[in-house]
């Protein structure tokens, strides 16, 4: 069977997470912040921050925002539960929106359509590793209209004076925008570790900064650094030297450090990502793309344009025309020849939770038919040659079988 997208575990980060374990010190500590400072050369943005999880992160920034009951957040209606049920935790509402017709990513249109006075966060979500649109929506938020419309509430939304551009960028480090990094796209932006995503720490995530000059980035940095750990004054780390017994708690903090367990897959990963993962991931894309392009059932992803390169998470293919039941039945006929692809992603409308509080799949009619016939293929480090054609092979097979 080939898997659609198994974590790279070799040697290399099996010593790093040895080295951790014998060290004697496994939870935040050396390696995390190590971990971080790697990031952020990657990224090129301020300060960023490891967290537990990507969901966690972006919760943290939601929070840290003081975005609470009788407040809206826009998001894509196209996109994983996480992005949602963050906003839901802290009491806001989340306000969903279309998709592109021309691409996987939140429609910019639509998102101006639905801003109100009580809009406090956009959350565009890089589908797939492609980033969204950033030069508009930046510039939306920052226009005169949309300025007049934000009422702030608290001191930090009084000293960025408009709504906050937090992406999700859970699938898109490494991407490239306009020059840009993801990291530096939009005010802040969370990245995932998550096992399945392109650089996995198990589980883990990111918060990267990159707020306008009126804030100071250590600043902002040391506060979700103590938010992220109960309120402590000190980390476990800290509290370990001499005389550095005594903490303090100030405010209710969460629980969503990084361990150093998971910040050595990461250290082993982010060295090797940009020369090696991403390299790698491309090429099965590419390959995906030459083999493809051909068919004329076979509707290829966007994944590089001139000014935008993909991190090459995802390869979202779609079958033209084709309806939820034929695409479902791609892909139990090509599990039944041993290859595993995959649904990116139920939008949120279709699922009981979100349909019960009045979301109608209707409204987001380009998210439905993106949805409907999507279909992706596997991407791994791991993915041989000989394996990507019996993808490709056995998905040629498929299409031919059902009649197209
Ligand atoms: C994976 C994912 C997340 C959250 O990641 P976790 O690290 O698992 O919390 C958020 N948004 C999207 C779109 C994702 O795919």
Not at 63 to 70: D, K, L, P, T
């Amino acid at each position: 069977m080939i898997p659609f997208s198994p974590p790279k575990i070799d040697q290399s980060i099996i010593d790093e997470v040895i080295d951790t374990l014998n060290s004697g010190w496994i939870t935040t500590g050396p390696k995390t912040k190590k971990f971080e400072r790697e990031l952020e050369k990657f990224c090129g943005n301020s300060r960023t921050l490891c967290v537990s999880s990507g969901t966690h992160g972006l919760e943290l920034i939601l929070r840290w925002f003081g975005v609470g009951e009788g407040d809206e957040v826009i998001l894509p209606a196209y996109t994983y539960s996480a992005t949602a049920n963050c906003v839901i935790h802290t009491g806001a509402t989340p306000v969903m929106v279309d998709t592109n017709e021309e691409d996987f990513n939140l429609s910019v249109e639509d998102i101006a359509r639905k801003i109100t006075e009580k809009t406090k966060v956009i959350m565009p979500v890089d589908i797939g590793g492609m980033p969204c649109a950033y030069n508009e929506i930046n510039e939306l938020v920052k226009s005169s209209d949309v300025r007049k419309k934000f009422q702030s509430r608290n001191e930090i939304q009084e000293k960025l004076g408009r709504i906050l551009v937090l992406s999700d960028s859970a699938h898109s480090l490494g991407a490239v925008y306009h020059g840009k990094n993801a990291g530096q796209l939009a005010d802040i932006s969370v990245f995932s570790f998550h096992a399945v995503k392109n650089l996995t720490t198990a589980e883990g995530g990111a918060i990267a900064l990159n707020l306008p000059s009126a804030f100071n980035a250590d600043e902002v940095y040391n506060f979700l650094n103590v938010f992220s750990l109960h309120g402590q004054t000190k980390d476990a780390l800290a509290k370990m030297q001499n005389k550095g017994w005594k903490y303090d708690i100030i405010m209710p903090g969460y629980k969503a450090n990084m361990t150093d367990i998971q910040a050595s897959l990461g250290l082993v990963e982010i060295n090797r990502y940009r020369k090696d993962t991403l390299e790698k991931r491309r090429d099965i894309f590419n390959y995906y793309f030459d083999r493809l392009k051909d068919f004329e059932w076979a509707e290829n992803p966007v994944y590089e344009t001139d000014k935008i390169c993909s991190s090459y998470h995802v390869y979202m293919l779609r079958i033209k025309g084709t309806t939820e039941d034929t695409r479902d039945k791609f892909i139990s006929k090509m599990y039944e020849k041993g290859v595993s692809v995959n649904v990116h992603f139920i939008p949120l409308p279709l699922l009981s939770y979100y349909k019960k509080e009045g979301y109608q799949m209707e409204d987001y009619p380009n998210a439905y038919q993106k949805f409907q016939n999507e279909l992706s293929l596997p991407v791994y480090y791991d993915l041989s040659v000989s394996d990507r054609k019996t993808v490709v092979d056995k998905l040629v097979e498929t299409a031919k079988k059902l009649g197209f």
